[in-house]
């Protein structure tokens, strides 16, 4: 059986740590011997007289008495010193926040603000989707957990759902009026549209009405009994949608009990215990680099799969007409919508499994954590088993002055503009994790007079003394390799996601303790830390460009951790011998990786380069045309212009390819679709000042009755005319609904040269010498 979710419930006023256990079936069961405590640090002289003042306190609060249970005095380390703790038992979670307040004349108090159920997984080692055997007894109507113990395993099949839901709107849902007209649903074993109006598909089930349509939906979502739930964007819509559809009709049901929405922070979540809630939004826009985060966007990039697109106006069309096609459009598009949703949470939910198995918390938790907030957790757990007291996140005033200071970063050598052959690019492998663990660095390890292993920013962190965070990290980097070297020799498929999930989730929580330390809201910050990491890490690759110029060899551009060797030819033995004497100069612990070579690059400035390899595999950095606002015909313009120039074509085919492309705009030859601009709202319409073209729109669109609001995507394209840019920019349907003829000047000179003219303009070029002109024969002369 392995742990799926957990949480807590109260009976007679006794907390009871709930564990939803799998096997085949899904078993609810309690631990009952586990009690909230917190620690109380005072001065060792008084903490006789103190434990006993603390153990008397009470309080009466709402009617209710409550009191301390009880406190013992035990041996823990705080800040890397042994000291003797005051650890506070309470009767109930809920009375921590009230007595806490009420203990008085002691150093301070600590992790009082660490959940009950997370506690209980820190202090217990209960990893959840690991497998184990529990020893469960029957106490009254209840599951009692006596003990378990660790089998292992990691293959575990869970059973996944996603579903997605299809409204009727003429303006932004609302859910006492706006009714749920489909719910598509995805499973391993049936895709479902549930739908009410007379609509023949084999996929599709017709019921008498919306009532029993979500009445319907919920029984499956019982009888199922899904381990994992995928939705996109169900924390803030789908969900509770539902629920407030459900209320309007006066729906009953189970399911609906156990739907917890908790809107209390920044953001909503939504949660079904024993079903474990994956919104993939958040998660894609944590993962990848897109101009538009719809799920047909993530769907092509994470898994290259395309799917139906339909606009709301043809959905409210389709289904007001009510016609076998129309209604059938949109359950195709409601059931590729849930489809897509499973298969995107099939490939992110196993990188969610390996996070929630490393750091010991929840899926359910992991899946809407920080990076910082997965390593703090991890640093939690790691401190249980060494009896280290957990920091306390700093206060106002503290974090008003850890955001007040910062600290110079990592280095980035200026780059040989131009195009260049035959270059090796090498990385340091995992930079500052490894310089964190070669050098001992960790808050507890600062100031010491016994070592010689001082920082470039003058600070000396002891060797001789344990570091929490290195021994962690240590142990992280390890792990990966291992699993990186299992991949590598595994055929088996199923082993194959199992390990990449594993060395991709040590990766990102290696990567982000070095960020973490530095964060000034972290348990675990040191400034003096972070700065000494990136000092360190400057003072590496220093040294090894040094050795490059030694060897003669060309260092053509250098930023934080790589370094862009040029090479006579294709030599990789010099590669090699570059590679090893680089790391014969590192602390164990640090190397200089080979990372790859490519036939031709060229650079423009800081962090803007592009290359390519002997496969002919394009690489780009900082020129890509990504933002929301620039539009495919500039996005399609720069790519074939990196291509032609990396291909050794030459700088002067490229110029070719945009002077066409100029010339086929000013023609009309251009798809409008490839002239939409996207820009997002930042703001509420009145608030702003400098009113842009994506307000003029935003602003027409709100009158004509659409849901505009702060984050809206507003989409335009310029036509032609006279007049301000803004007054001519109009939403694409209404633009080709018009019939209007696009502003060829406008995409010319803002969105095809801005974007050719980062790349172009270190061969000489100016925008002039790129635009097509009528009545001019171009010459080799107008290029130079």
């Known amino acids: 059986m392995f742990l799926l979710d957990s949480d807590y ?148 099949n869970f059973r996944p759902l996603a579903f997605d839901i299809e409204v009727y709107c003429k303006a932004k849902p609302d859910p006492e009026k706006d009714p ?99 919104d993939l939004y958040p998660l894609s826009k944590k993962l990848l680099s897109l101009n538009k985060y719809t799920l047909e966007n993530v769907y092509l990039k994470f898994l290259g799969k395309e799917k139906s697109k339909l606009y709301l106006l043809e959905m409210d069309k389709y289904w007001d007409e009510g016609t076998q096609e129309g209604l059938l459009s949109i359950a195709l ?70 955001s007040s200071t910062s600290y110079e970063g990592g280095f980035v050598l200026d780059p040989k503009k131009g195009l260049h052959e035959h270059i090796a690019v090498f990385d340091f492998r995992s930079l500052y994790p490894s310089i964190i663990i070669a050098h001992n660095i960790d808050p507890n390890t600062i100031g010491c007079d016994c070592c010689n292993n001082t920082s470039p920013e003058g600070i000396n962190f002891c060797l001789n003394k344990k570091g929490f965070i290195p021994e962690i990290l240590k142990e992280l980097i390890q792990r990966r390799v291992q699993i990186k ?39 675990w910050y040191s400034k003096e830390a972070a ?78 380069y592009a290359l390519i390899d002997k496969e002919n595999i394009i690489t780009t950095k900082g020129l890509e045309v990504v933002r929301r606002d620039w539009a495919d015909i500039a996005k399609k313009t720069q790519e074939a212009v990196l291509k032609t120039i990396l291909e050794g074509k030459g700088p002067e085919k490229a110029a070719e390819i ?11 030859k251009i798809p409008v679709d490839d002239l939409v601009i996207y820009t997002q709202l930042t703001m509420p319409l009145n608030s702003y000042k400098q009113i842009g073209p994506h307000v003029i729109v935003a602003k027409r669109l709100k009158e004509n009755g659409q849901d505009i609001s702060v984050g809206s995507i507003i989409s335009f394209v310029v036509r032609n005319g006279e007049g301000m840019v803004r007054d001519r920019s109009f939403d694409v349907e209404e633009f080709k609904k018009a019939g209007y003829k696009y502003d060829s000047d406008y995409y010319i000179d803002n969105q095809v040269l801005p974007a050719v003219m980062r790349i172009l303009k270190g061969f000489g070029y100016t925008e002039e010498n790129l635009k097509f002109t009528k009545h001019k024969q171009m010459t080799l002369g107008d290029f130079f």
């Open 9 to 156: 419930k109260t009976f007679n006023d006794k907390a009871y740590v709930r564990l939803i256990l799998k096997n085949d079936s899904k078993t609810e069961t309690f631990y009952k011997d586990f009690e909230p405590y917190i620690w109380a640090v005072c001065d060792e002289r008084e903490i006789e007289s103190k434990i006993r003042v603390i153990g008397d306190i009470t309080k009466e609060v709402q009617n209710k008495f409550l009191k301390i249970k009880t406190c013992s005095i035990e041996e823990r380390y705080i800040f890397g010193n042994k000291v003797k703790a005051i650890r506070v038992i309470f009767n109930h979670p809920s009375d921590v926040p009230a007595l806490r307040k009420e203990i008085e004349d002691v150093i301070d108090i600590y992790e009082y603000d660490i959940p009950f159920a997370r506690r209980f997984l820190i202090d217990k080692g209960l990893i959840p989707a690991t497998e184990y055997n529990f020893d469960i007894e029957k106490e009254g109507d209840i599951s009692i957990v006596k003990d378990f113990k660790i089998i292992e395993t990691q293959k575990i």
């Open 180 to 278: 749920i007209i489909m719910i598509g649903i995805s499973t391993n074993d049936f895709d479902r549209v549930i739908t009410y109006k007379q609509v023949k598909a084999d996929y599709i089930e017709v019921v008498e009405n919306e009532t029993v349509m979500i009445k319907k939906f919920l029984d499956l979502l019982k009888q199922y009994d899904p381990d994992i739930i995928y939705t996109y964007n169900g924390d803030t819509f789908d969900f509770p949608y539902i629920s407030q559809r459900a209320k309007k009709l006066k729906i009953n049901h189970p399911i609906l009990n156990e739907i917890r929405i908790d809107n209390k922070g920044i953001t909503e979540n939504c949660k079904i215990p024993g079903m474990v809630h994956i």
């Open 333 to 402: 598009y409601n059931k590729e919508d849930a489809i897509a949703a499973r298969e995107i949470g099939e490939a992110i939910g196993q990188l969610e499994v390996e996070l929630s198995r490393i750091v010991g918390q929840n899926i359910f938790d992991i899946s809407r954590m920080a990076s910082s907030n997965m390593v703090e957790y991890l640093l939690m757990k790691r401190a249980f088993e060494e009896e280290t007291i957990v920091p306390n996140k700093p206060k106002g005033t503290e974090y008003l002055e850890r």
């Open 485 to 523: 070297d299992k991949l590598k020799l595994t055929s088996d498929k199923t082993e194959k996601t199992i390990y990449q999930a594993q060395q991709w989730a040590l990766k990102i929580l290696a990567n982000s303790f070095y960020g973490y330390m530095g964060y000034p809201r972290s348990r």
């Open 531 to 608: 700065s000494s990491i990136a000092s360190w890490g400057r003072e590496y690759i220093h040294k090894a460009i040094k050795i490059a110029e030694d060897m003669g060899l060309e260092v053509l551009y250098g930023d934080t951790d790589s370094l862009f060797v040029g090479l006579r030819s294709e030599d990789l033995e010099k590669s090699k011998e570059y590679r090893n004497k680089v790391n014969s100069t590192l602390p164990d612990f640090m190397e200089l990786e080979f990372q790859g070579y490519y036939r031709r690059g060229f650079f423009v400035s800081k962090k803007r």
């Open 658 to 668: 945009v002077i066409k492309t100029t010339q086929d705009l000013v023609e009309g």
